[in-house]
């Protein structure tokens, strides 16, 4: 059984900044993508940012130059340092790892509102 547990969620006035943390445990192949999605009220899911085992980054073209995917394969986490903040962030991020074999699992999801 593998959990993930993500944290840093909040509320933050457009322009700040957050950093989210995914932390994989429990019984658990190797971990090769970790990333992170997000859902707005009203829409569908969509990807922001994935990390390779070897580093390799790509994020969406939304947050591109904004925000920052990184990962301590020690420690099985990912983390997503969101910058210079928009009303348009507001959604819940949910982080997602992909083990070497191709299971899939999520996390259970943080809330981000972006609000003055």
């Known amino acids: 059984q593998v959990q993930l547990v993500e944290s840093g969620g909040g509320m933050v006035q457009p322009g700040g900044s957050l950093t989210l943390s995914c932390a994989a445990s429990?019984?658990?192949?190797?971990?090769?993508?970790m990333g992170w999605y997000r859902q707005a009220p009203g829409k569908q899911r969509e990807w922001v940012a994935t990390?390779?085992?070897?580093?390799?980054?790509n994020y969406a073209d939304s947050v591109k130059g904004r925000f920052t995917i990184s990962r301590d394969n020690a420690k099985n986490t990912v983390y997503l340092q969101m910058n210079s903040l928009k009303p348009e962030d507001t959604a819940v991020y949910y982080c997602?790892?992909?083990?070497?074999?191709?299971?899939?699992?999520w996390g259970q999801g943080t809330p981000v509102t972006v609000s003055s």
């Open positions: 990390i390779t085992s070897g580093g390799s980054t």
């Open positions: 997602s790892v992909i083990f070497y074999g191709g299971l899939r699992s």
């Open positions: 429990g019984s658990m192949l190797r971990i090769n993508v």
